[in-house]
């Protein structure tokens, strides 16, 4: 019966890694927690199906132009490392405290998102360059607390890409996935090692979770930017706040 639920909690976090830019793990990591599996479990095995499932939507924003590759070099660059020290942290952390960790920072960035989404638009200047001083301190911190959380880090990228270096939404979006697709890779290798992934559940939480986000991704290219803005924030308070009532 877990494996059962496991296999439709793929399906929901497959389109909605897709739609909102992010790996999945951050919301997969209590539902398959609150559905049985040990917290450590639940918080690592997730990270191993990001990698296709985030490659795969991350190509269809490519098709639109809509990553910015600037920004995905960067955040590689200072992410992947950041990504193994933090996952290496883990060996001396709890599990159940970074499942109530990542419904905490679900929360935190939802209000961030939501109070930047109903501020009056400003003017922007498209043209303007993000300073490599601020792409290194979203980078890096996305990187270690994406480690830590056994995130690909798409949770925390994309809000960070909206509020700290002002990217469009889909272009935060797109870019996000890109850059998630990566540092889901040395969190993978690292878990591995520890023994926190569960491959069977791996294999059934990826094999329905992979193909949706591709739907999920062609269904936000054609939502208007500000509707999705506000409803991925919505999102993301209402899951934490959920799922860290009944983790």
Not at 209 to 236: C, D, K, N, Q, W
Request: net charge positive.
């Amino acid at each position: 019966m877990s494996l059962f639920l496991a296999a439709l909690t793929g399906v929901a976090i497959g389109f909605l890694s897709g739609l909102m830019g992010k790996g999945g793990s951050a919301i997969a990591t209590p539902l398959l927690h609150a559905i049985g599996f040990p917290a450590i479990i639940a918080v690592a095995s997730p990270l191993p199906a990001t990698v296709p499932s985030t490659m795969i939507a991350s190509y269809a924003y490519s098709k639109q132009r809509l990553v910015d590759w600037r920004v995905v070099r960067w955040s590689i660059c200072c992410g992947v490392p950041a990504t193994a020290l933090g996952a290496l942290t883990t060996r001396w952390v709890d599990g159940g405290i970074l499942v109530r960790a990542t419904d905490v920072v679900l929360i935190a960035l939802g209000l961030r998102l939501l109070v930047a989404a109903y501020r009056p638009s400003q003017p922007t200047n498209e043209s303007a360059i993000v300073p490599a001083w601020e792409l290194f301190v979203v980078a890096t911190l996305a990187g270690v607390i994406s480690g830590l959380l056994a995130n690909s880090g798409g949770f925390l990228l994309a809000p960070l890409f909206i509020t700290a270096l002002k990217l469009p939404i889909k272009s935060a979006l797109a870019s996000s996935l890109a850059v998630s697709s990566v540092l889901a890779i040395p969190g993978t290798i690292v878990h591995a090692s520890l023994g926190h992934i569960n491959w069977t559940l791996v294999l059934v939480f990826g094999s329905t979770s992979v193909p949706l986000a591709f739907l999920g991704a062609r269904t936000a290219m054609r939502i208007a930017a500000h509707r999705l803005e506000r409803g991925y924030g919505v999102m993301l308070v209402v899951m934490g706040a959920v799922f860290l009532v009944i983790a």
